[in-house]
T-cell receptor
Framework: DTAVSQTPKYLVTQMGNDKSIKCEQN?????MYWYKQDSKKFLKIMFSYNNKELIINETVPNRFSPKSPDKAHLNLHINSLELGDSAVYFC????????????FGPGTRLTVL | AQSVTQLGSHVSVSEGALVLLRCNYSSSVPPYLFWYVQYPNQGLQLLLK??????LVKGINGFEAEFKKSETSFHLTKPSAHMSDAAEYFCAVSETGGFKTIFGAGTRLFVKA
């Protein structure tokens, strides 16, 4: 059983396109996150939802829009993709009150051409 | 504000040698501290965590770390490196009651035969 899953695993697209990445967790956690990992492996938090409420919204271009239809799902939609958006995007989940121990998905490698 | 500093972006050891990866943190309240490992093309997985209590914590794959409040450090060690330990290692800190986890820049561990 996969705890945190993401689709797709790889995404190759042209500049200017719009794309979405989906994330699902079956751990029963109440908090989910999106991280961006650049080519130097630096991990930066983008968004977090707790019980479907947006609680962390870092300095991210408004071309990025997260959506959490329920506690188990968190999607990321990106409009007008740019070359600099190329990165690996990780979804993670945690349970409030459990030290913020995070469980990560396998990542989505986005390449913008 | 929380922050994490990992000393050394790259560490190289011989197989069978001691592994020491350094992490210093800053936090205004008692922190929760974590080490995560990332193997190539995979997501992050938890190696070990410090929450409260015993300051020497043991994790998976023979790794351990010691929380030293006076030094604001949480260094990761393993007595004898194995080729399979080659990976990227991240130190992270979160605060009681918070949602955000701050990750260090990562240390790439190379293991030479």
């Amino acid at each position: 059983d996969t705890a945190v899953s993401q689709t797709p695993k790889y995404l190759v697209t042209q500049m200017g396109n719009d794309k979405s990445i989906k994330c699902e967790q079956n751990l029963g956690h109440d908090t989910m996150y999106w991280y961006k990992q650049d080519s130097k492996k630096f991990l930066k938090i983008m968004f977090s939802y707790n019980n479907k409420e947006l609680i962390i919204n870092e300095t991210v271009p408004n071309r990025f829009s997260p959506k959490s239809p329920d506690k188990a799902h968190l999607n990321l939609h990106i409009n007008s993709l740019e070359l600099g958006d190329s990165a690996v995007y990780f979804c993670a989940s945690s349970q409030r009150g459990k030290y913020n121990e995070q469980f990560f998905g396998p990542g989505t490698r986005l390449t913008v051409l | 504000a929380q922050s994490v500093t990992q000393l050394g972006s790259h560490v190289s050891v011989s197989e069978g040698a001691l592994v020491l990866l350094r992490c210093n943190y800053s936090s205004s309240v008692p922190p929760y501290l974590f080490w995560y490992v990332q193997y190539p093309n995979q997501g992050l997985q938890l190696l070990l965590k410090y929450t409260t209590g015993a300051t020497l914590v043991k994790g998976i794959n023979g790794f351990e770390a010691e929380f030293k409040k006076s030094e604001t450090s949480f260094h990761l060690t393993k007595p004898s490196a194995h080729m399979s330990d080659a990976a990227e290692y991240f130190c992270a800190v979160s605060e009681t009651g918070g949602f955000k986890t701050i990750f260090g820049a990562g240390t790439r561990l190379f293991v030479k035969a």
